[in-house]
Nanobody, 126 residues
Framework: QLELVESGGGLVQPGGSLRLSCATSGFTSENYAIGWFRQAPGKEREGISCIPATHTDTYYADSVKGRAIVSRDNAKKTVNLQMNNLKPDDTAVYYC???????????????????WGQGTQVTVSS
C-alpha cells in the first residue's frame, strides 16, 4: 500500500526549530520528487520545498528560504524538513506529497502530485 506519513510536528516557541519527517512506503521514493506543503488556517495550501529524485538541488519558497533544509534518507525511505528560526506565521498543517515526476520544476503546482500524507500540525507560539 502506497503511503506517506508525516511526523515531528508540535508546539514550539518563536525562534525554535522542528524536524519534520515524511515516511514513505509502497513505492521507491528515491525515484520521485517529494514536495512539502503547508496550510495555515484560512489560507490556501502553499508549496514550500521540494527535493528531486537525484537530490542534487533543493527548492524553497521565499517564505522559508534560509530557514528550511530538506533532505532524503533513502535507506530509511524518509524525506526530512528541518525548520529553524520558526515564526508564528509558520503555524500550519504541514504535508508531504509524492510528485508524479522526478524533478522539481514548478513544484508548487498541486496538480503535479498524486499521493499526499495526512499532515502534521506545527504551532509556533509563546
Amino acid at each position: 500500500q502506497l503511503e506517506l506519513v508525516e511526523s515531528g510536528g508540535g508546539l514550539v516557541q518563536p525562534g525554535g526549530s522542528l524536524r519534520l519527517s515524511c515516511a514513505t512506503s509502497g513505492f521507491t521514493s528515491e525515484n520521485y520528487a517529494i514536495g512539502w506543503f503547508r496550510q495555515a488556517p484560512g489560507k490556501e495550501r502553499e508549496g514550500i520545498s521540494c527535493i528531486p529524485a537525484t537530490h542534487t538541488d533543493t527548492y524553497y519558497a521565499d517564505s522559508v528560504k534560509g530557514r528550511a533544509i530538506v533532505s532524503r534518507d533513502n535507506a530509511k525511505k524518509t524525506v526530512n524538513l528541518q525548520m529553524n528560526n520558526l515564526k508564528p506565521d509558520d503555524t500550519a498543517v504541514y504535508y508531504c506529497a509524492r510528485r508524479r515526476v522526478a524533478w522539481c520544476l514548478n513544484y508548487a503546482s498541486e496538480a503535479t502530485y498524486d499521493y499526499w500524507g495526512q499532515g502534521t500540525q506545527v504551532t509556533v507560539s509563546s
